[in-house]
């Protein structure tokens, strides 16, 4: 049988996304592994000059959605957003944006800087939160209160009607019921979207060696399920819904930019460490902001790696990336769109994660079952590793 049977570049649509790095912020939190610069607002000038020119070379390419992450946006005084956002303009038309979010830190946000946000055509705010508890919010070297968080948000709601908060769970020492009550107080808020993450200990970060030398610990692995089952249950609870593994939304708020990502459908990045998808070509520009700075001031390209993705290994990953969407991945659709026999060429993993009750298949419609929601890394990395070997 023949499983792949087209050429895959008919595959690569244009992007119709992108993301924008901002590296700056106060102070490193201690489980912070992005490429990020703290306390070098000295350098903001040269970095606006150097991501517009990033950008000016994609030639002003149509887009839905455009994405402002860190680091943290916001950290930018509204003088340097504006400077920023006004290049941004030229290079986009940012009118045409259906989803344009701003990161942000509930430390940097008035008024001021919500209006000038608005006024350049944001229409989405991701607020770094990560708890509301004081003791938390200390462990993890967060620069804000859990008072300052929720008046962040309620001033914030008063402008955007499409808000998000990231929690983070698991930290040093936390119980199930003081997340249930972080989860409590993230629902009452005037929010549409919530994405809660485990804490990782990332080697090179510093809960990395704290955690080496045995000066902090990791909770167990058991409340660390716990946990992630009292989220599903309180967002249940609430109306969000369940629709990736992280991340729960309630009326009709999905991050339509992850969703690009998810779905494979190809994105635009700019900064240090910015991560593309262009044209079947995944590439990273070098992580460090010093370097990208040198290298676009000496009109050198700050692409650090490129690697040209074959069909199947495209294949895997849509697999892999679509089954932690919630929803049905609907595998004879998939095979229309690549011109392959994905059931076939991925069927170990398949029949695999079927005996271990991880995901359920209906006519090639696959679905990860309610324990495979607690597995869903394992299941997409036997999709990822199958495509290694065929
Ligand atoms: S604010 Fe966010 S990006 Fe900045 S150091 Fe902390 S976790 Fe990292």
Request: glycine residues 6%; proline residues 4%.
């Amino acid at each position: 049988m023949d499983l792949v049977s087209n050429h895959p570049d008919a595959r690569w649509a244009k992007p119709r996304s992108a993301y924008i790095h901002i590296p700056f912020c106060r102070h490193r939190c201690g489980y912070c592994n992005f490429s990020v610069v703290a306390d070098r607002d000295d350098l903001i000038d040269r970095y606006v000059k150097a991501i517009t020119e990033e950008l000016d070379s994609l030639k002003r390419p149509l887009l839905d959605t455009l994405f402002l992450g860190g680091g943290t946006p916001t950290h930018l005084s509204n003088s340097h957003l504006n400077k920023l956002l006004e290049s941004l303009n030229q290079l986009f038309d940012l009118n045409e944006l259906t989803e344009f979010s701003v990161e942000a830190n509930p430390e940097d946000i008035d008024q001021e800087k919500l209006d000038c946000l608005q006024s350049w055509g944001v229409n989405r705010i991701s607020f770094g939160i990560q708890s509301f508890r004081a003791e938390k919010l200390n462990t993890l070297q967060r620069n804000h209160t859990g008072k300052e968080a929720v008046a962040a948000i309620e001033l914030a709601a008063k402008i955007f009607n499409n808000l998000s908060i990231d929690l983070i769970f698991g930290a040093p020492g936390e119980t199930t019921s003081q997340w249930e009550a972080d989860l409590e107080t993230a629902l009452a808020l005037p929010i549409q979207h919530l994405s809660t993450y485990a804490l990782t200990y990332e080697k090179g970060t510093q809960f990395w060696n704290q955690r080496r030398h045995g000066a902090i610990k990791p909770v167990d692995e058991q409340t660390e399920v716990e946990m992630y089952q009292a989220a599903l249950h309180q967002c249940g609870e609430k109306g969000f819904r369940h629709y990736e593994i992280s991340s729960f939304e309630k009326d009709n708020h999905r991050c339509l930019h992850n969703m690009a990502y998810w779905k494979g459908e190809g994105w635009y990045a700019a900064g240090p460490g910015a991560a593309r998808f262009v044209d079947g070509f995944r590439e990273v520009n070098h992580r460090s902001t010093f370097t990208y700075l040198r290298r676009m001031e000496k009109g050198i390209p700050p692409t650090e790696e490129s690697e040209s993705i074959d069909p199947i290994q495209y294949a895997s990953e849509r697999i892999a990336f679509g089954i932690r969407l919630i929803e049905v991945i609907c595998l004879p659709s998939l095979n229309r769109q690549l011109g392959m026999e994905t059931y076939h060429l991925f069927s170990k993993a398949i029949l695999r994660s079927i005996q271990d009750g991880l995901i359920e298949d209906s006519a090639g419609h696959l679905k990860l079952t309610r324990k495979g929601i607690l597995f869903a890394d394992t299941v997409a990395q036997r999709f990822l590793d199958s495509s290694a070997v065929i």
